[in-house]
């Protein structure tokens, strides 16, 4: 792991603040010096460091994906998700790793799996150097109840293991589940509170009973770990605040009510809406027989209206709305991910700035590594991109591969530069 002086670059360290020319200074796997042009001059040499002159490039943490399916295999249904041969899936899950990683997503939370232990298998194989991929927090398959969303079992082949989410009924059945998916080694447990319009079931229904939740949300916390919940549907999104359940995927229809309940614990919870998955559903399925007049009818036109108007509130409110679109989908390809950030502007009214910030330093929290990631601060870990363009003059430029001109993550480079300007510190300084 050699050491890396980025010079003559453009800074967003993730603070909010305007970008500054400066240099960074990598050590190891962590930033050890950020120098502001002005204000000390430039860095001192340091021996045997390669230097990269960005050449006025723009230089930014690297992007943190919060709801993020490895498994979904880009396919128009979940049955055609969940009955790829585990062999080729798990060679499917090892590709899509390091497709986020090319495209600058150097961190990803994982939000439901296809098979009970694909997504422990990869994050394990990404941190012992066997598959290339970002860091990866392993989430459980989807758990639903007979009938619920992830029920995927046909009448004559009534066998849980040919569903598509793992099926409970009672608190004690809840009970056995998550044992068995810690037992399986996840970082956390995903549970469908509401439906979802495509399978059948109404996106504002919800199937689970309170107990059944809370038993999810206890023997989870028992084990040391977070509980993540689809949950559309007002009910839903009610029963993570009052049940604990850090991280609420889609959060589509809110009421008054559970805005401030959102709000009096803001700093307790995440939201990542899934909006690509709603606008590339309602209006760029067709191809998939899901044509605007199909989506219409399931209600998903409506949804998406909803889900904006919640998602403007939270804004609003300081609740924090982080980058995840259910991508993995024919019409949302893995790879795709940074269109979130543009609809973040386009739709929820933020700003450049927020957009970069919810992938960024808000991503941190996310991975439960505040102290450590999301910035470009000395200490932290060097997770960087370096990209050709300014995403805060234009955020569709981190949609493009070519721009984006170096992914560094843990201090080593995933993609370098593609003219790297590397020789001996000393030779740069004199």
Request: hydrophobic share 40%; net charge negative; proline share 5%.
């Amino acid at each position: 792991m050699a050491d890396v002086m980025f010079t003559n670059v453009k800074i967003f360290d993730g603070g909010g603040e305007a970008p500054f020319m400066g240099d960074v200074l990598v050590q190891g796997n962590r930033i050890s010096r950020v120098v502001k042009q002005g204000y000390g001059g430039r860095s001192a040499p340091v021996s045997g460091a390669q230097v990269i002159d960005g050449a006025g490039a723009f230089l930014m943490p690297g992007m943190v994906e919060a709801h993020t399916h490895f498994s979904w295999n880009d396919q128009p249904s979940l049955d055609a998700i969940q009955r790829m041969p585990p062999e080729e899936h798990i060679l499917w899950c090892a590709e899509v790793a390091k497709r986020y990683l090319d495209m600058g997503w150097t961190s990803c939370v994982g939000a439901a799996t296809a098979k009970p232990r694909l997504d422990v298998v990869i994050r394990n194989a990404i941190n012992d150097g066997t598959i290339i991929g970002p860091r990866y927090l392993a989430a459980s398959q989807e758990i639903t109840v007979p009938g619920g969303l992830g029920d995927t079992t046909q009448p004559h082949l009534p066998q849980p293991e040919f569903a598509f989410g793992a099926i409970v009924s009672g608190a004690e059945e809840m009970r056995r589940c998550v044992r068995m998916f810690c037992k399986y080694g996840v970082d956390s447990l995903k549970i469908n509170l509401s439906g979802e319009s495509i399978t059948g079931m109404p996106s504002e229904a919800s199937q689970f009973t309170e107990e059944e939740v809370r038993v999810c949300v206890e023997e989870a916390k028992n084990w040391g770990k977070r509980v993540a919940a689809h949950a559309r549907s007002t009910w839903s999104i009610k029963q993570c605040v009052k049940q604990g359940i850090e991280v609420i995927y889609h959060a589509s229809f809110t009421d008054t009510e559970a805005l401030d309940m959102l709000e009096a614990h803001k700093t307790e919870h995440f939201i990542a809406p899934g909006l690509a998955w709603l606008i590339n559903t309602s209006y760029h399925a067709s191809q998939w027989g899901l044509t605007p007049e199909v989506t219409r009818k399931m209600g998903y036109h409506r949804e998406l209206e909803a889900a904006v108007e919640s998602m403007r509130a939270m804004r609003k409110r300081g609740i924090r709305i982080l980058p995840g679109g259910d991508y993995g989908f024919a019409w949302t390809p893995h790879g795709t991910n940074a269109k979130d950030l543009e609809y973040f502007v386009k739709y929820v009214g933020m700003s450049n700035m927020e957009a970069l910030l919810s992938a960024t330093a808000w991503g941190g929290p996310m991975m439960r590594m505040g102290k450590v990631l999301g910035y470009i601060r000395e200490g932290y870990l060097a997770d960087i991109l370096l990209v050709d363009g300014d995403p805060l003059m234009d955020i569709t430029v981190l949609q493009d591969k070519a721009r984006i001109l170096a992914v560094m993550k843990d201090g080593e480079f995933h993609r370098a530069p593609p003219v790297r300007r590397a020789h001996q510190m000393a030779q740069w300084a004199a």
